[in-house]
């Protein structure tokens, strides 16, 4: 590891990840009372509506995702009622979380500023991948686009650490370091203290695991983010996507090939480029 304040934030966050010390994000209010009215099982179109117009910003997005390449069918929505009826509750849950997340993914510093953005776009990218293969794989769809936006969430608490130096030293590189040795380790915290399911809890602890063989041995989304990373990778013309992927046990497990996976990605570009601009707006 490269340069004192690299190795000083690191460990900082190792020693505060040791203690129970480190500060995690936090849920927005308009998640958390989202997520109550759904969990309740009888809120109304009227009601989830009225939660969410307490903050203007993911209204508008939640209409423009409801109108995206992978949602919109027939005529646009125009109101809010009617983007959360085209969404349904669950996807209505995931697509304000990716929203909230988003606008969490902000810093003072133009270095720190610049990794969060680009931290995003590959998270969004992942997203849109992971959303539009889902139906051929037979998992649900908004509950893989959560997955892909939420892999790297571990990122944020790191950045956000970083963000808070003030030395000039820090560059683009160190950060990049930082994310890739812990991001893995904060993720998983991150998303235990927001008592998210045990299956997307692995999506942050496990997808950096190419060679990973779960006990059940049957696909689950872990496996789908791993190669949708990959992809992503590829799209950005990232060195680790060139690691042989005939030998990832994911794809078996999903049942498809590199190939065959690759030429579903071909037919699906368009949506994927549409559903992952959506998401990053």
Request: proline residues 4%; charged residues 20%.
């Amino acid at each position: 590891m490269q340069g004192e304040l690299e190795k000083q934030i690191y460990n900082d966050i190792r020693n505060d990840l040791a203690k129970g010390a480190l500060v995690l994000p936090t849920l927005p209010d308009v998640a958390l009372r989202l997520y109550q009215l759904i969990e309740d099982g009888n809120a109304s179109t009227g009601q989830l509506a009225k939660v969410l117009t307490t903050d203007p910003a993911v209204c508008a997005r939640v209409i423009q995702i409801a109108n995206s390449a992978m949602n919109g069918y027939g005529k646009p929505v125009s109101t809010l009622e009617q983007a959360i009826v085209r969404l349904g509750s669950r996807a209505l849950r995931n697509t304000v979380t990716g929203v909230v997340i988003q606008q969490m993914f902000h810093a003072s510093r133009p270095v720190v500023e610049q990794k969060m953005r680009s931290v995003w776009q590959h998270s969004t990218s992942v997203a849109a991948i992971c959303y539009s293969l889902a139906p051929y794989l037979r998992m649900a769809p908004d509950q893989a686009m959560l997955a892909g936006l939420l892999h790297d969430i571990g990122a944020l608490p790191i950045l956000k650490k970083a963000d808070a130096y003030t030395s000039a030293a820090l560059t683009d590189h160190a950060l990049e370091r930082l994310v890739e040795k812990l991001h893995v380790l904060t993720g998983t915290e991150v998303l235990k203290a927001w008592r998210f399911p045990e299956e997307l809890i692995r999506v942050a602890a496990e997808h950096e695991s190419h060679q990973r063989r779960p006990s059940s041995g049957r696909a689950d989304l872990v496996d789908l983010v791993i190669i949708a990373n990959l992809q992503a990778y590829l799209r950005e013309d990232r060195t680790i996507a060139t690691i042989d992927w005939q030998g990832i046990p994911s794809f078996s497990r999903l049942g498809v090939s590199p190939e065959s996976f690759v030429m579903e990605l071909e037919n699906e570009s368009k949506a994927i480029d549409n559903l992952s601009m959506a998401l990053c707006a």
